[in-house]
């Protein structure tokens, strides 16, 4: 006879001292977890609901004392942020301290352009007043202190025109800037090195782009994308929309994708060799899109329009991930994200740059690791069950101000409308007499070559 | 493979799992693989792919966990030469067993204020007696502690924890009540009325009873709300379990049915005839394979709770009054003084008991196997005692699930996941993993219904024209919501077909609008007459 039962020690399962962890003993056997898959649907809808709960984006507001007309990013130093107003002033702030360190005066009007050199030293302003300036950029200061005032460029570099935009080169020390014309300027001559133009329209933005050194891209008032490249003296490429596009930005990762912030409440992201169609359309603003912004990891893009909101796009998203407003905010002329991908700059009309959360639910500070595998857990099982109704309504879920809401509203009855009335047509015609094009080709004019 | 071997030589890089390993890894599977292979949408493809293989790691890591860390050993009982392990008496176990195992069996003798029936928590640290004239016991029973002990003075049928050990509820003469460790007396459910059967369902906190007036109540006891009240309409109920994969509970019924209940449906989801005569006791195992009956006709039943078939049956000599089975799957069956336990007698029909025991103190009324321990707890009418059954418990614990050596910070730390991860009563149905799952319409009910609606469609339309035709009176014809119904009745997609029809009939091919030469020809019509004149000829 053989007798074997279970003999459990209390003294093996406790621990040995006050200061121990405690002993876990794990027996992943399908029988001793019941109800697995409802038990995983309850936390994914929990989740789902602390998502929301949590999700707080606004952090701070920095003051002007006039409407944000443009915002640049130092790509040298993650603290650092220059704004600039109506009225001419530029601010430089820095943004963990929420103070701003100096102003660069000397703009007697609106600033429209700020770009800062690949070194992170100095920027560039351009204003209507027809000047371009050179500043140097001191680095943040440990300690608070007055704000001092820097009325003296290092350059100042003056045109025949009001100037619209302005992006610094990312490796030579030339910069380029748009008006009446698009002009290319460098540090060490007081006149502009070459001049592009194609008809005779305003250039509301420049960009350079990241990746190939001699490529940029502008925008104009005749609704045309442009495309240059700094080693031949003509443009490359045009691209005709039906509404003005007022700003472009280049995805940083891919960087022969660009994305443009159109009139029609859209944005366009295009593929710069193949302009005939968009890789993407995203909608969900009811105004106009003002301007545009890449996180550096190409991954995603913020976007600010006339309607009072802020929303963030992913790269082949064609609606928004997120939307932010806040009562006050007035409309967003400009957006920036910032240089770790993690928060969002937008400035408005309301004298305000604001800092938002990239992620809107997301916790700030440093993380336990066992708080970072929570909220991974939990983001996996959203993702999982995204597609129950119960928790694709709750994710899906966002509050709007009235005006926004009901612009939505009536903007998608018209397109269904629309989209019904052809689809009459289709049926009552002759089949293959009513040609429909898609989105991503719809508001494409022409292609200029 | 031999694993010693496998430790000395160093195994090929790419090698295949043993065989021992597959079986292992096949318990963690959970449903048939996803076949990839087919689908078109190479996103999709791409997505199912990634899971499968995450899904195929964390069933290979759970398979290793299972082999290298789970360090116990079920309990067992072996006979040698002429023995037969039923011969086996307690005394004799007790004797062969180790020192810790012979503290665990004991005789509690109360002879005055008996029967008892009896509870464990879901770790088996906890023993809950009640007897049956008012003495609720609550005994931390592996360290022979008393926690508390309480005389209610009432005629009380049954008793169950609640989520922990800190609460537990008593069927007493006309209400149920709700007790704290202390033995005090917490909330009184007045709407619980006469209960005699309590079960309580630790992931949904729904405390069920069922009683004299044959009504099943659920009632939450994390919000005290009454989620549901059924009413069998089969008389008095004395016999009740849950089904603990699912979450449905088992009634059973005098005139020999079970009914299986769930909150959502306000009649029994399944209903079976088990026994000639009263159904005495139920016991379903853990993974909700099996359900036992035991009846009054002498029988004692198992059934596939999955195809709701009989198995196989067992004779008990005189009726069995009360049946249990352990975590391991070991089927106990009781009657007067007599308890059997039977091994593999789910699965397969059994010739023998694996362990006879005849009690000494007094008549059965309840048992209960402890989780996680190779003990069976019996209640009877001298008092409480236990008997050792090796094999019967879950060697290896899962903290997070249930653990014996809880502290009371992971009690408390517990509890609040507990009532985190609740689940609703809506929840409860018959396959549990239904949850979360897509129900895709068979093929041939999509095209049933895609033939309902065009057949609507078309009955609709031949409406419409009859009514069209009927009316020959002009009144009224040209009203705008005429019209607009006239447009509804969409006249291209009806006239179509038929014209097409007739055009094919008269050789008009579609693109050009003109006869084919052959056609006119075979009409009759000169190659050389222009088309205007073609009506003059005899077709």
């Known amino acids: 006879m053989k007798v074997k039962t279970i003999n459990r020690s209390e003294e093996e399962a406790a621990r040995e001292r006050a200061q121990d962890v405690q002993k876990v003993h794990r027996n992943l056997d399908p029988a001793l977890h019941p109800f697995e898959k409802a038990k995983e649907y309850t936390r994914a809808l929990n989740a789902a609901k602390l998502d929301r709960v949590f999700a707080k984006p606004f952090l701070a507001a920095l003051t002007h004392d006039d409407g944000i007309t443009c915002l640049a990013r130092n790509p040298r130093r993650l603290n650092s942020l220059l704004s600039g107003s109506a009225d001419g002033d530029v601010r430089l702030w820095d943004i963990p301290a929420r103070r701003c360190l100096r102003r660069l005066v000397g703009h007697s009007a609106a600033v429209k352009g700020i770009s800062v050199t690949a070194d992170g030293e100095a920027c560039v302003t351009c204003s209507t007043d027809c000047t371009v300036k050179l500043w140097k950029v001191p680095f943040a200061p440990f300690e608070g202190g007055p704000i001092v005032e820097d009325a003296h460029p290092v350059l100042e570099f003056s045109g025949k025109y009001a100037f619209r935009s302005v992006d610094h080169h990312w490796g030579r020390p030339q910069f380029a800037t748009g008006g009446a014309a698009v002009e290319i300027w460098d540090h060490e001559r007081s006149e502009p090195v070459q001049t592009f133009s194609w008809g005779a329209d305003t250039i509301t933005s420049v960009r350079f782009n990241p990746a190939e050194p001699d490529v940029f891209a502008t925008t104009g008032s005749d609704r045309g994308i442009a495309l240059y490249d700094l080693r031949s003296s003509t443009p490359i490429r045009k691209l005709v929309m039906q509404t003005k596009t007022n700003a472009i930005a280049w995805n940083p990762m891919e960087a022969f994708n660009f994305t443009a912030a159109n009139e029609d409440c859209c944005l366009y992201t295009y593929d710069m060799r193949r302009l005939a169609s968009a890789s993407c359309v995203h909608q969900d603003f009811v105004s106009a899109v003002m301007d545009v912004d890449y996180s550096p990891t190409g991954r995603e893009f913020v976007a600010g329009s006339y309607d009072r909101s802020a929303r963030i796009f992913s790269l082949n998203g064609g609606h928004s991930r997120d939307v932010y407003h806040t009562k006050r905010m007035q409309r967003v002329f400009a957006v920036r994200f910032s240089g770790d991908g993690s928060y969002v700059f937008s400035g408005s009309d309301d004298m305000n740059v604001r800092i938002w959360k990239a992620e809107a639910s997301e916790q700030l500070g440093t993380l336990l690791p066992r708080e970072r595998k929570k909220h991974a857990y939990n983001k996996a099982l959203v993702e999982r069950h995204k597609h129950l109704p119960e928790v694709a309504r709750i994710v899906r879920h966002r509050h709007l101000p009235a005006p926004i809401y009901k612009a939505a509203k009536l903007r998608r009855t018209k397109i269904d409308s629309e989209r019904r009335k052809t689809q009459h047509r289709i049926a009552h015609s002759a089949p293959g007499s009513v040609k429909v094009k898609p989105a991503r080709k719809k508001k494409i004019v022409a292609e200029m070559e | ?539």
């Not at chain 2, 009054?321 to 069956?333: K, N």
């Not at chain 2, 006879?356 to 409480?384: N, Q, W």
């Open chain 2, 1 to 539: 493979m031999d694993e010693q071997e496998g430790a000395v030589q160093p195994a090929p890089k790419r090698q295949k799992s043993s065989s021992g390993d597959v079986s292992r890894a096949a318990k963690f599977r959970r449903g048939p693989e996803v076949a990839t292979r087919r689908i078109e949408d190479k996103k999709l493809k791409g997505k199912l792919r990634y899971t499968e293989r995450l899904v195929g790691e964390a069933q290979a890591a759970a398979a290793k966990v299972d082999e290298w860390l789970l360090p116990a050993e079920p309990g067992e009982l072996e006979a040698e030469g002429m023995e037969r392990t039923w011969r086996f008496s307690q005394a004799e176990i007790v004797d062969a067993g180790e020192a810790g195992a012979a503290r665990k069996a004991f005789d509690l003798s109360l002879p005055q204020l008996g029967p008892y029936s009896l509870d464990f928590t879901r770790s088996g640290r906890h023993m809950l007696l009640a007897g049956r004239k008012g003495h609720l016991a609550l005994m931390d029973w592996q360290r022979s502690r008393l926690v508390c002990e309480v005389q209610v003075r009432e005629t009380t049928h049954d008793v169950t924890f609640l989520h922990n050990e800190q609460f537990f509820a008593a069927a007493q003469k006309k209400y149920t009540y709700i007790y704290d460790k202390r033995g005090l007396e917490v909330h009184c459910l007045k709407d619980t009325t006469e209960a005699t059967r309590l079960q309580f369902l630790p992931h949904h906190f729904l405390l069920c009873s069922v009683g004299a007036t044959g009504v099943l109540r659920y009632q939450d006891t994390s919000t005290g709300r009454i989620v549901t009240q059924h009413r069998t309409k089969q008389g008095p109920c004395d016999a009740l379990c849950q089904n603990p994969w699912n979450g449905v509970l088992c009634l059973g019924h005098g005139n020999g049915t079970v009914t299986l209940w769930t909150p959502n449906v306000s009649t029994p989801v399944v209903s079976m005839l088990c026994h000639h005569g009263p159904v005495r006791a139920l016991a379903a195992d853990g993974q909700g394979r099996h359900l036992v009956t035991t009846g009054a006709d002498g029988q004692v039943k198992v059934w596939d709770l999955r195809m709701f078939r009989p198995l196989h049956a067992y004779f008990s000599p005189s009726p069995a009054e009360w049946c249990d089975i352990s975590q391991r799957g070991l089927l106990a069956v009781g009657y007067g003084r007599r308890i059997q336990v039977w091994k593999d007698a789910l699965s397969s029909k059994q010739q023998s008991p694996y362990m006879t025991h005849t009690l000494a103190g007094g008549t059965l009324s309840d048992f209960r196997f402890c989780p996680y321990e190779d003990v069976l707890g019996i209640g009877h009418s001298g008092g409480v005692s236990t008997m050792l059954v090796p094999g019967a418990g879950e060697p290896n614990y899962d903290s997070f699930v249930a653990d014996p050596f809880q502290t009371r910070k992971q009690r408390r730390e517990a509890e609040v996941h507990q009532l985190l991860d609740k689940l609703q009563p809506e929840m409860i149905v018959l396959d549990p993993t239904a949850i979360g799952q897509v129900v895709r319409e068979p093929r041939e009910v999509q095209r049933e219904k895609q033939a309902a609606a065009e057949a609507a469609n078309r009955a609709r339309l031949a409406e419409q024209q009859q009514k069209n035709e009927e009316k020959k009176r002009m009144k009224g014809k040209n009203k705008p919501t005429r019209r607009q119904r006239k447009k509804q009745a969409n006249i291209v997609e009806e006239k179509l077909p038929a014209m097409k029809q007739r055009m094919r009939e008269q050789g008009v091919s579609a693109e050009f609008g003109h006869k084919h030469k052959a056609a006119r020809e075979e009409a009759g019509v000169p190659a050389e007459v222009p088309r205007a004149l073609h009506r003059f000829f005899k077709k």
